[in-house]
């Protein structure tokens, strides 16, 4: 019998073969949207931090007025239930329109957790093709009937839900702002067809938060964001979820609904119920961030307009969100695109499968408000230079 390290090590082997293989970096975040990591300095273009708030001084301040202990020390059915992450639910409530709101140790507890303790065997799961591996993860983990449709093909999700009468329930599963691709959700239609089809709807808003209708449905009534087709009525049967580990520069994340739904998560959803509440200072610096995001229109539209001036300079189709891919095939061609993109002093990963599907792999771009607009000017001339 070969040891436990042979096995392992052989099936390293197939994804370093595969040019798959996955590896830790050490990456120091600096100012102004740069990173050091092996001791160079790279201006980083793959940081999910949208409008630079996990360096803001009043977010950073706020964390560390909150810093006279380190941890929640018990779950927040226990004693975790710190006063600061009651006054942010309130506040992302406050912000998606919606009754209530639950936090999350992270995005990714926050949909497995709440996929699974809506639905269950004989039920029906209808996701979108390229909705996040935390989805899917919770469908699985849910034992309900998992379909999924054509990337934001509503016809393909009219047939699959001509057959939702076999079931129970149904839940839709959509994305505002899609993680790789950076295109949106038609979610107002989504909402129709599972309101003619009595079915409920959850979309995750992690890379939509600040950036499309759908995040703060008040407030941009005015248009000038990304999808104007993207905003979701607050009604009972549409659970928003999201992180506040991304454009909030923090870590966690929530759901948000009514208050039913929220009751009902509390009861229910393991990963909310059988783990640790948020260190204090780490929700304090979210709420800090969100009320900053929530009052500066300027910050919340600076990721996109860099977006847009990126993919007017290089003809690409108009960005929808501050997310561009830049499909090149196989993942040793991403990879070597990375690498000249770096070898300029720019960061850019490259996604490959399982991340996106075979043969798709890229670069990823997101844009963040630390950017300048020289700075994307420069990369356009390096990628012209490297990438044909
Ligand atoms: C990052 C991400 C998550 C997970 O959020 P975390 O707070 O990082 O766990 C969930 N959904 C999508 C679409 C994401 O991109």
């Not at 009604?235 to 759901?255: C, E, F, P, R, W």
Request: hydrophobic residues 40%; glycine residues 8%; charged residues 20%.
């Amino acid at each position: 019998m070969p040891a436990l390290d042979e096995i392992l090590q052989a099936q390293l082997q197939q994804r370093k073969d595969q040019q798959l293989y996955r590896q830790l970096v050490p990456t120091e975040i600096l100012p102004d949207g740069y990173i050091r990591r092996n001791g160079k300095t790279y201006l980083n273009f793959s940081s999910n931090d949208y409008f630079g708030l996990s360096q803001h001084p009043d977010v950073i301040a706020a964390a560390r007025d909150a810093l006279s202990i380190s941890g929640a020390g018990a779950s927040a059915l226990v004693t975790g239930y710190h006063p600061y992450l009651e006054t942010l639910a309130a506040n992302l409530a406050k912000a998606k329109n919606t009754e209530a709101a639950l936090i999350f140790g992270s995005g990714y507890l926050a949909n497995i957790g709440t996929i699974s303790a809506l639905v269950g065997k004989g039920d029906l799961i209808l996701a979108d093709k390229l909705c996040h591996a935390c989805m899917v993860d919770g469908a699985q983990l849910s034992g309900a009937t998992f379909r999924r449709f054509r990337h934001n093909d509503m016809e393909h999700l009219g047939q699959l839900l001509a057959e939702r009468k076999q079931y129970r329930h149904c839940l839709i599963l959509t994305e505002t702002v899609f993680s790789m691709d950076g295109d949106c959700a038609p979610l107002a239609a989504i909402q129709k067809l599972a309101q003619r089809h009595d079915a409920w709807l959850m979309s995750d808003d992690a890379h939509g938060l600040g950036i499309t209708d759908s995040s703060f449905p008040r407030k941009r009534e005015s248009g000038a964001n990304a999808l104007k087709d993207s905003r979701l009525r607050g009604d009972d049967d549409v659970i928003q979820m999201g992180t506040l580990s991304k454009g909030l520069g923090a870590y966690g994340g929530y759901v948000c609904g009514s208050q039913t739904l929220v009751d009902y998560l509390v009861n229910t959803a393991r990963s909310a119920i059988f783990t640790t509440a948020l260190p204090p200072s780490i929700v304090a610096a979210a709420d800090k961030a969100l009320s900053i995001l929530m009052s500066d229109t300027e910050l919340g539209r600076a990721p996109l307009n860099h977006a847009r001036h990126f993919t007017s300079l290089l003809g690409l189709p108009e960005a929808q969100s501050p997310i561009v891919p830049l499909v090149l095939g196989e993942a040793e061609q991403a990879i070597a695109a990375s690498k000249q993109l770096a070898e300029e002093g720019f960061w850019v990963s490259a996604i490959r499968p399982p991340t996106v599907p075979a043969s798709t792999s890229r670069l990823r771009f997101s844009f963040s408000a630390l950017h300048k607009t020289v700075d994307i000017k420069r990369l356009v001339t390096a990628i012209r230079k490297n990438i044909d």
